[in-house]
């Protein structure tokens, strides 16, 4: 009975490991769509790695449509209007529909793969089933009329799309390349295009097998035009370096809006202009720019006019602000050596050797000393003396003519006026009261 049970009990454990993977592999197929679109996903933005190994087992278990080295070309859909029949909701199912209709038309000769990216734009990868494995070996004459077919799929997804699902579609279709190597590459260089090429208008097809014209390459203006952003800034012109951004961006607006190169040339000089003055300040820029310093780092700079606008702006507010603190500091520094000054040398102290000992022009420190205390230094310098007769008055023995002499004046009449001004009695009668 013992053996008994012992069999009966090892066939149960194997039975449950059978009924386990089954589950695991229904599971499995159940998820596929979703497990395919992941890794769709990371190929084009590399978080997976496309070289040879966990791939490869990937490709098989997920039932990947597209074999290793194959020729391929990319698809971008970006869906552009609705007639009013669907919410910010129905998007995932409009996404669902659409890919559904691009299946069931490049399907017959074509094996699709999808996703839908960060930006909304959703991924398709087309491979020509009856093209052999290398491009090499593929004809012009079989490439043409391969470009030819895409472009009426295309429309014909179009027309769909507007007739069935009430939306306007815009789409994009790159040149060949070979699976998987090209992938991220072709990703970064066909979303290039469609914001070139096709920007905000809608329900566009654009080919890049046919080499579309961007017209003449024409370097930026503003940008360099002296006094430069970056030199205004340096020179704290605040409103003159907001009215510097706001051309640069202006001219961008209406000649470059739809180039990501000029956005990008626009983003890097602004962005180096702005590292280096931070960095003079001897601050760090992550310290100084927050969030938005990791918008520099993370390898996904400005897309648009719009996002550079805003970023700028934003950046150079903390920078302002972080000169600002760095004034202060300095300035309070000043101050205090200013008065430390005056303290220990009230009968000498002027307005020339207070400007020598902290090597500063004397009337630049006349203003700086104005606008961070409320009262100037002649004032500053009067009112130390004054507190320093009441002390001597008290506590030493010498003669009204002699303190006078002590706080560097050297008319006693002079000192004499001074006191009876600032306290209301003349040295001697301060000195009766007291009963000195």
């Given at each position: 009975m013992s053996a008994v049970r012992k069999a009966l009990d090892e066939l149960e454990q194997e039975w449950q490991g059978i009924i386990s993977i089954q589950?695991?592999?229904?599971?499995?197929?159940?998820?596929?769509?979703?497990?395919?679109?992941?890794?769709?996903?990371?190929?084009?933005?590399?978080?997976?790695?496309?070289?040879?190994?966990?791939?490869?087992?990937?490709?098989?278990?997920?039932?990947?449509?597209?074999?290793?080295?194959?020729?391929?070309?990319?698809?971008?859909?970006?869906?552009?209007?609705?007639?009013?029949?669907?919410?910010?909701?129905?998007?995932?199912?409009?996404?669902?529909?659409?890919t559904n209709i691009a299946a069931e038309l490049f399907g017959p000769r074509m094996a699709l793969w999808h996703c839908t990216d960060m930006h909304g734009f959703i991924v398709c990868l087309l491979s020509d089933k009856s093209l052999p494995n290398t491009i090499e070996s593929t004809k012009i004459s079989e490439e043409e009329e391969l470009d030819v077919w895409i472009e009426t799929q295309a429309f014909q997804l179009q027309r769909a799309a507007k007739s069935y699902l009430k939306v306007g579609v815009s789409v994009l279709t790159s040149k060949r390349g070979q699976f998987p190597q090209d992938i991220r590459t072709m990703y970064q260089s066909s979303l290039a295009s469609f914001r070139h090429f096709?920007?905000?208008?809608?329900?566009?097809?654009?080919?890049?097998?046919?080499?579309?014209?961007?017209?003449?390459?024409?370097?930026?203006?503003?940008?360099?035009?002296?006094?430069?952003?970056?030199?205004?800034?340096?020179?704290?012109?605040?409103?003159?370096?907001?009215?510097?951004?706001?051309?640069?961006?202006?001219?961008?607006e209406e000649e470059w809006r739809d180039s990501q190169e000029h956005i990008l040339e626009a983003y890097f000089a602004i962005a180096s202009s702005i590292s280096s003055l931070i960095h003079r300040t001897k601050k760090w820029l992550a310290d100084t720019i927050g969030e938005d310093f990791y918008t520099v780092t993370s390898g996904q700079p400005m897309q648009t006019v719009d996002e550079l606008r805003n970023w700028s702006e934003r950046v150079i507010a903390s920078y302002r602000?972080?000169?600002?603190?760095?004034?202060?500091?300095?300035?309070?520094?000043?101050?205090?050596?200013?008065?430390?000054?005056?303290?220990?040398?009230?009968?000498?102290?002027?307005?020339?050797?207070?400007?020598?000992?902290?090597?500063?022009?004397?009337?630049?420190?006349?203003?700086?000393?104005?606008?961070?205390?409320?009262?100037?230094?002649?004032?500053?310098?009067?009112?130390?003396?004054?507190?320093?007769?009441?002390?001597?008055?008290?506590?030493?023995?010498?003669?009204?003519?002699?303190?006078?002499?002590?706080?560097?004046?050297?008319?006693?009449?002079?000192?004499?006026?001074?006191?009876?001004?600032?306290?209301?009695?003349?040295?001697?009668?301060?000195?009766?009261?007291?009963?000195?």
């Open positions: 589950k695991i592999n229904y599971t499995l197929r159940e998820q596929l769509s979703k497990l395919r679109e992941y890794l769709l996903r990371d190929l084009i933005t590399g978080k997976q790695d496309p070289a040879i190994g966990p791939l490869s087992k990937k490709l098989q278990m997920y039932e990947v449509p597209i074999a290793r080295g194959t020729p391929y070309s990319m698809m971008l859909l970006r869906i552009d209007t609705t007639e009013g029949e669907y919410d910010q909701s129905d998007e995932t199912l409009i996404e669902y529909a659409l096709i920007g905000r208008d809608t329900e566009l097809f654009i080919s890049l097998a046919k080499e579309p014209n961007r017209g003449e390459m024409q370097q930026l203006n503003e940008l360099y035009l002296t006094p430069t952003l970056g030199l205004l800034l340096e020179m704290g012109q605040w409103e003159a370096a907001n009215d510097k951004l706001a051309a640069i961006l202006k001219e961008l602000r972080s000169v600002s603190s760095v004034e202060k500091d300095s300035r309070n520094s000043i101050i205090r050596k200013v008065q430390d000054y005056i303290a220990q040398n009230p009968g000498t102290a002027s307005l020339q050797t207070i400007s020598s000992s902290v090597y500063l022009n004397p009337s630049y420190l006349s203003k700086i000393y104005k606008l961070e205390t409320g009262e100037g230094i002649s004032e500053y310098t009067l009112r130390v003396r004054m507190e320093k007769a009441i002390l001597l008055l008290e506590q030493s023995p010498e003669k009204i003519y002699e303190i006078s002499t002590l706080l560097g004046y050297q008319k006693p009449s002079y000192f004499i006026h001074l006191f009876r001004k600032h306290y209301g009695i003349t040295p001697q009668e301060y000195r009766n009261k007291l009963g000195l």
